[in-house]
């Protein structure tokens, strides 16, 4: 009571900061006539000059005003549109990293210009963020007029564009794209092999359109790139035929960590069985083009030796099904990554599935908490306040309404069953399209669309069924919604972001009656006409009660069904909108078929009967914040492991970043190489323990194996003075000096690329095995709840060890590769290397079910990972390996055989100066 009583003398603290903004609206408005009697020219310059204030020591604050009043006149010149005093309120929310909160039809879209012209001054790059494609070209096309005119550059993201196409449109000072596009370019970004692949700049800022739906709805589900997936089952048999018949001797098997290493004559022996099988590309095993055989090799000889049918697994309708070390339950769904599960098919000879694999992933929320500053347009986010400022730190101001609203919102209709709603619903529609009053039916599914779409058949109502699928399409029909005597029914994602005119779009209507009618009187006429016809129309519907929003059911969210009732009575129009409810519908059955409320509907209406109260609205309402709340925790989950995945992802993405830009690795690979010898004498040697107790043949054999050095390490250790120390010193000069022998037989640029074409390799490689196992890992570790252990501390603790390990691995790796490879020059290979398949990329829409990742060909992953160091000399991993360099301009170039050619032909290198690689 006194809370509302405050409230009503003093306003709330929205109204508050609002009014507090109205200081700088009155700087602005008083600019206005000095900027509008600038020439062209002179307005046009207004931007070389804030660069010259950010120079000299201005802040982006200090010039707010003269910039906005820029743009209102810019606009009000190229565009015939001036903006309000609430959009420039909405313009300074932007700019502040707020979520501005406006009703529909509000002019959102124009109200990003004065924020991203603002922050696009400095130079550094502004992201604008769309929910599709349509939108992200139109906005870009639309309101970069004003930019262009004002001297900036303008750049869009949609998907099938090549490298330089990207580059280019992320240097721009203001980049238009829809999330999905950012965020895969970003994870694609992240593994390349050389800085100057890479497409996007440092993040600076981004204004995110319809920002409920993108960092709410969409942030459900990571962004995922997973590959690669070529059918690879001829591989997987002939390898598996090989492996069966290979005896014993060949190779030995650890049992613990359920790894098989082969023989000195083994490999001999296995070499020459695969070379006659004709699976080898080269006659030497190691070499780098047989890499994919060797590595199905190992994991068929694990899959046959080291995993057990009816223990490890068993077959269950024609299917490998995993089974728990730990519980002995199957695991459906699950499989073995790299290709292991693959085997275990091969092996048991049911049907193998194709390999694939997460590369990399990252959810919306940490992509987004990137940018230093972040902001957000919405007409719905207040009910997910809290939300946003949990997970983003924004703060939701809802900004006021340029004409007050005059949409009527009547209270929800309920009904027994669907039938008999459905029946209500066709008869309300068929009334008010008799008397002209346009229709707009939300529903929540496709399915949901038909079935009202047969009613209104039974009725012979004319109407447009439409859902979220084909955006453009969409756009065109719910723009002319608003006419005369139009129903349209759509589910709530349809045609976002285009307004509904009371009697048509003119600009959509000459689109789609005139065409490509050349510019002309007779094309002025027809213009003419389609104006002069709205106009008429908009009165008519006007006198018919303007746009009335129809919903079919009420969503989970309260926000989605906001989205929808804000489509009606935009600009101080007439509307009106009604919810129709049942028993049968999603959200009422949260209530249970034994509740009050159910049995109270059930006694007391009759069939076709409706009900109408606040209680019951007020009920449903209820319902939805518990729901709201579910899905929040569900959303918070998800960032809570990620938020673990992240710290990681940014270790490993800054290494990536420090290792693409040195100019050497040297001191990296020794570092490594001291922490690899550290390890392998502190395994065998352990602290404070007596020489008897010393692995000294573990570590003779481990030196041998990782160092390629023998060492008389048994000799050492009959020294009475002989420590673990000692030990370690002597086998690090040792590897140092073999280490100096090879960088002394080869030339040191090219020992150089090795190193870092090796190093980051590896680094990505161990770091899509480490991807693997903490998906696993997030599959199980919930199972600790039965004792009592809380599962996200358990996952923390668990994938820190895993880290590590990883870290470990990686070291030991890229010591034992350099040292034990050899190196040498040979001709080039005329044969080129086989095509690797695309990335998939997947983000699947919670509201549609639809893949909406658009990753087109998926070339510019393919060229990130696996890109062939074209060009330059290619390193051996065993004896006898060959290496070779092209004889071309570009041939001291580290470039991938998918990137386009240096030489600006347009074609990939490989079918450019890159074709005889």
Not at 482 to 492: D, E, F, Q, S
Not at 678 to 686: I, K, R
Not at 760 to 767: A, K, S, V
Not at 803 to 820: S, Y
């Amino acid at each position: 009571m006194l809370q509302a009583l405050m409230k009503s003398v003093f306003g709330s603290s929205n109204e508050r900061y609002v009014k507090s903004l109205g200081k700088v609206i009155a700087q602005i408005n008083a600019l206005e006539p000095q900027i509008g009697g600038l020439s062209d020219a002179e307005l046009q310059a207004q931007t070389q000059k804030f660069r010259d204030q950010l120079a000299g020591g201005k802040t982006l604050d200090d010039i707010l005003p003269e910039a906005f009043a820029t743009v209102r006149e810019a606009s009000r010149r190229v565009l015939g549109m001036r903006h309000f005093d609430v959009q420039m309120i909405g313009g300074i929310v932007l700019h502040r990293g707020e979520i501005a909160e406006m009703r529909t039809g509000e002019g959102k879209t124009l109200v990003a210009t004065l924020a991203t012209y603002l922050n696009a001054i400095e130079g550094k790059g502004v992201h604008v963020v769309t929910v599709n494609d349509y939108l992200a070209r139109r906005d870009a096309d639309w309101m970069g007029q004003i930019y262009r005119w004002l001297g900036l550059t303008v750049g869009v993201i949609v998907p099938n564009l090549d490298e330089y196409q990207r580059r280019e449109a992320y240097g721009a000072d203001i980049t238009y794209g829809t999330n999905n596009e950012f965020g895969f370019d970003y994870l694609r970004d992240n593994m390349k092999h050389e800085r100057s692949q890479m497409v996007q700049r440092p993040f600076n800022y981004a204004i995110v359109d319809e920002v409920d739906s993108i960092l709410i709805d969409e942030a459900r589900t990571p962004l995922i790139i997973s590959g690669p997936t070529e059918d690879k089952t001829d591989l997987y048999m002939s390898v598996d035929a090989i492996v069966k018949q290979i005896d014993p001797s060949f190779y030995e098997a650890d049992e613990k960590t359920k790894n098989i290493t082969w023989t000195e004559d083994g490999a001999e022996r296995i070499e020459q069985i695969l070379a006659d099988a004709g699976l080898l590309a080269t006659d030497n095993l190691y070499d780098v083009e047989n890499t994919q055989v060797v590595h199905h090799l190992d994991q068929a000889l694990k899959a046959n030796i080291m995993f057990k049918r009816d223990i490890d697994y068993i077959v269950k309708d024609d299917k490998i099904v995993i089974i728990d070390e730990f519980t002995g339950r199957m695991m459906d769904g699950r499989r073995w990554s790299n290709g292991l599960h693959q085997a275990v098919e091969a092996k048991e000879g049911v049907k193998i599935e194709p390999e694939n694999q997460t590369m990399a992933s990252i959810t919306f929320q940490n992509y987004f908490r990137m940018y230093p500053k972040l902001s957000g347009m919405t007409g719905t986010a207040a009910t997910e306040a809290a939300e946003f400022w949990d997970i983003y730190k924004m703060n939701v101001v809802t900004i006021p309404t340029n004409v007050p609203v005059q949409r009527i919102d009547e209270e929800d209709e309920f009904y027994k069953n669907t039938q008999d709603k459905f029946k209500a619903i066709a008869k309300a529609i068929r009334e008010k399209n008799e008397i002209g009053q346009p229709v707009l039916v939300g529903t929540v599914s496709i399915e949901k669309s038909e079935l009202l779409s047969h009613f209104l058949d039974q009725e012979g109502v004319k109407h447009s069924v439409l859902n979220a699928r084909f955006h453009e399409s969409e756009a065109h029909i719910v723009a002319q919604a608003g006419r005369l005597g139009a129903v349209t029914i759509a589910t709530n994602m349809a045609g976002r972001g285009t307004d509904i005119q009371l009697g048509g779009n003119i600009e959509f209507r000459t689109q789609d009656e005139l065409g490509d009618m050349p510019e002309g009187p007779e094309r002025d006429a027809a213009v003419a006409r389609i104006e002069s016809e709205v106009l008429a129309e908009r009165e008519q519907v006007k006198q018919a009660g303007g746009l009335f929003v129809l919903g079919t059911e009420r969503h989970e969210s309260r926000r989605i069904d906001n989205q929808l009732r804000g489509r009606s009575g935009r600009q101080g129009d007439p509307g009106l909108s009604r919810f129709y409810l049942c028993l049968e519908d999603d959200l009422l059955r949260i209530f249970g078929p034994d509740t009050l409320f159910s049995r109270m509907m059930n006694s007391n209406l009759d069939d076709g009967e409706a009900i109408g109260s606040k209680w019951l609205s007020k009920a449903i309402e209820t319902a939805q914040k518990k729901v709201e709340a579910r899905n929040y925790d569900i959303r918070k989950q998800v960032v809570e492991y990620d938020d673990v995945m992240n710290d990681q992802r940014k270790v490993i993405y800054e290494q990536r970043a420090d290792i693409m830009d040195a100019e050497a690795v040297e001191d990296v690979v020794v570092e490594m190489r001291r922490d690899t010898v550290n390890t392998l004498v502190g395994e065998a040697c352990p602290p404070d323990s007596y020489p008897e107790k010393w692995d000294i043949a573990g570590l003779k054999q481990r030196t041998q194996d990782v160092l390629g050095i023998d060492a008389p390490i048994d000799q050492w250790v009959q020294e009475e003075t002989v420590e673990p120390e000692i030990i370690e010193e002597r086998l690090q000069q040792l590897a140092d000096d073999r280490m100096a022998q090879k960088i002394a037989d080869t030339d040191p640029g090219i020992w150089r690329r090795v190193e870092k074409g090796i190093l980051l390799e590896r680094l990505d490689h161990h770091w899509k095995e480490h991807l693997a196992t903490l998906d696993a890992l997030r599959q199980v570790v919930f199972l600790r709840a039965y004792a009592q252990k809380q599962p996200i501390n358990e996952y923390k603790q668990e994938a820190f060890g895993l880290f590590e390990r990883m870290l470990d691995t990686l070291r030991e790796d890229v010591t034992r590769i350099l040292l034990t490879s050899e190196f040498r020059m040979a001709p080039p290979i005329e044969q080129a290397l086989p095509e690797l398949p695309a990335f998939l990329t997947g983000h699947i829409d919670p509201l549609t079910g639809l893949d909406n990742s658009n990753d087109g060909d998926g070339s510019a992953a393919m060229a990130a990972l696996f890109g062939s160091l074209a060009g330059s000399p290619r390193a051996a991993f065993g004896p006898g390996g060959a290496a070779g360099a092209d004889d071309n301009p570009y041939a001291g170039m580290d470039i991938s055989r998918n990137a386009p050619c240096p030489c600006g032909s347009g074609s990939k290198y490989k079918h450019c100066h890159g074709a005889a690689a």
